[in-house]
């Protein structure tokens, strides 16, 4: 392994000294890689993804067997379309009630008028009153009974529903689909396999803009800060060097040894910072290949 690494330096160096002698930092181009995991557990009864499909966001490629669901979720619907005839038309069951206090209202009011001209006696129109009052109550006891049943019936229904949004919830997780915009870069699993919740069925990653992790010393580490531009020339090998404009998203606070196969400015420092460059892929950048970068506003010696 030393002497592969040695090599890859060796090659690397020879093709970047005469157009990188002034970059201040070496590194690699890496990608935001994403492992899509299964989220609900049975057979994989179809996926459609190949490594090097471009997909887009949510799109689905794949589906593991939720026949069950399903079945669940109908034995659900069924219940609460149960459950919703056992509710009572409260305005329908008081009706004859209502007719009945009417009734007596009026009748109250017609003999509280045959008294006063003595036409009927007290005793008459106390019982009409009686008769008024106990329908008033009849209706009161009716209506909180009523109401009380159809609340009993009403919390079933919502739970039986909240069941059918977890059913559905679990339906969703069935499919399985792409998190980001990218491109597949490797395939674990296989049509009529078996999934648990989260098994790795394939990982992705985002390749329209890539990161360069570059290797700065420290004296270079106090003049660059995030946010800063950066040039960057990519190594493509025998097609020579093509430039780039780069963004610093992130800067280490830890110092490390330098990798064996960065080379760095000063190759007598061995302890150096991380930093990450966002780069805009153009179509033609690939993970792993290697960049030299130049920050702006610094002169290298």
Same mark, same amino acid.
């Given at each position: 392994?030393?002497?592969?690494?040695?090599l890859?330096f060796?090659?690397?160096i020879a093709?970047c000294n005469?157009?990188?002698?002034l970059s201040?930092?070496?590194?690699?181009?890496?990608?935001?890689?994403?492992?899509v995991?299964?989220?609900s557990m049975?057979?994989?009864?179809?996926?459609?993804?190949?490594?090097?499909?471009?997909?887009?966001?949510d799109t689905?490629?794949g589906?593991?067997?939720?026949?069950?669901?399903?079945?669940q979720?109908l034995q659900l619907?069924n219940?609460?379309?149960?459950?919703?005839n056992?509710?009572?038309n409260?305005?329908?069951?008081? !009706?004859p009630?209502? +007719?009945?206090i009417?009734?007596?209202?009026k009748?109250?009011?017609?003999?509280? @008028?045959?008294v &006063? =001209?003595n036409?009927a006696?007290?005793?008459?129109l106390?019982?009409v009153?009686?008769?008024?009052?106990?329908a008033l109550?009849k209706?009161s006891?009716?209506l909180?009974?009523?109401?009380?049943n159809n609340? !009993?019936i009403?919390? +079933?229904?919502?739970?039986l529903?909240?069941q059918?949004?977890q059913i559905d919830? @679990?339906?969703? &997780? =069935?499919y399985i689909k792409?998190p980001?915009?990218?491109?597949?870069?490797?395939?674990y699993?296989?049509?009529f396999?078996?999934?648990q919740i989260g098994?790795?069925?394939?990982?992705?990653a985002?390749?329209?803009?890539?990161?360069?992790?570059?290797y700065?010393?420290?004296d270079?580490?106090?003049?660059?800060?995030?946010?800063?531009?950066?040039?960057?020339?990519?190594?493509?090998?025998k097609e020579?060097m093509?430039?780039y404009?780069?963004?610093?998203?992130?800067i280490?606070d830890?110092a490390?040894?330098?990798?064996?196969?960065?080379?760095?400015?000063?190759?007598?420092s061995?302890?150096v910072y991380a930093?990450k460059?966002?780069?805009?892929?153009d179509?033609?950048?690939?993970k792993?290949?290697?960049g030299?970068?130049?920050?702006?506003?610094i002169?290298?010696?």
């Amino acid at each position: 392994m030393r002497k592969i690494a040695l090599l890859i330096f060796l090659v690397f160096i020879a093709g970047c000294n005469k157009e990188n002698s002034l970059s201040h930092a070496s590194g690699v181009f890496e990608t935001e890689d994403v492992i899509v995991s299964a989220l609900s557990m049975g057979q994989i009864t179809s996926f459609d993804v190949e490594e090097g499909s471009v997909l887009e966001k949510d799109t689905i490629v794949g589906n593991i067997d939720n026949k069950q669901l399903q079945l669940q979720k109908l034995q659900l619907q069924n219940a609460v379309y149960s459950a919703e005839n056992k509710l009572i038309n409260i305005e329908t069951q008081l !009706a004859p009630v209502d +007719e009945e206090i009417t009734k007596y209202k009026k009748e109250t009011e017609r003999f509280t @008028n045959l008294v &006063k =001209s003595n036409a009927a006696n007290q005793k008459q129109l106390d019982d009409v009153k009686s008769a008024y009052t106990a329908a008033l109550k009849k209706r009161s006891a009716a209506l909180d009974t009523m109401q009380q049943n159809n609340k !009993a019936i009403e919390n +079933e229904i919502n739970g039986l529903k909240i069941q059918i949004a977890q059913i559905d919830d @679990n339906i969703q &997780k =069935s499919y399985i689909k792409a998190p980001i915009n990218g491109v597949v870069l490797t395939k674990y699993a296989n049509t009529f396999e078996f999934a648990q919740i989260g098994k790795p069925l394939f990982k992705m990653a985002d390749v329209s803009n890539l990161i360069l992790r570059a290797y700065v010393t420290a004296d270079i580490l106090t003049q660059v800060k995030i946010g800063d531009n950066a040039e960057i020339m990519a190594d493509f090998g025998k097609e020579g060097m093509k430039k780039y404009t780069g963004n610093i998203i992130w800067i280490s606070d830890k110092a490390e040894f330098t990798p064996k196969t960065i080379p760095t400015r000063d190759e007598r420092s061995n302890l150096v910072y991380a930093v990450k460059i966002l780069v805009k892929n153009d179509g033609y950048l690939r993970k792993g290949m290697y960049g030299e970068v130049i920050f702006n506003n610094i002169n290298a010696e």
